[in-house]
């Protein structure tokens, strides 16, 4: 862990600046793997949205936006459900993965205002 005492108030801030910046961005990679898993399994994309979804649990907590953490541990856990059936979804767990991006989409427009 970065030692926050050690860097300048600059760094910090454009650090934040870009973790804002690219909450949109993982979200849409988000929305594209659920959207591929729709279209048939994928585990590929299954992957792709439990990475994601990891890195953004990390950095939303380490960037005190909390409340990112639980909608994004929710997907996470759903990529991990997809990975280990290769790729395939059941209609109530899709339902599940819209919701929490819905709600995850939501915080984000918090953050970032």
Avoid: C, Y
């Amino acid at each position: 862990m970065i030692a926050t005492k050690q860097l300048p108030v600059e760094v910090l801030q454009e650090l934040t600046n870009e973790f804002v910046a690219g909450l949109a961005a993982r979200a849409a990679v988000m929305r594209e793997a659920i959207d591929e898993v729709v279209r048939g399994p994928s585990a590929d994309a299954a992957h792709r949205l439990r990475l994601t979804a990891h890195a953004l649990v990390g950095t939303a907590g380490s960037f005190g936006a909390a409340e990112l953490v639980p909608h994004a541990e929710r997907l996470e856990s759903l990529g991990m459900e997809w990975q280990r059936d290769n790729g395939a979804a059941t209609r109530a767990s899709l339902t599940d993965a819209w919701r929490a991006l819905d709600l995850l989409t939501t915080s984000i427009a918090g953050v970032t205002a």
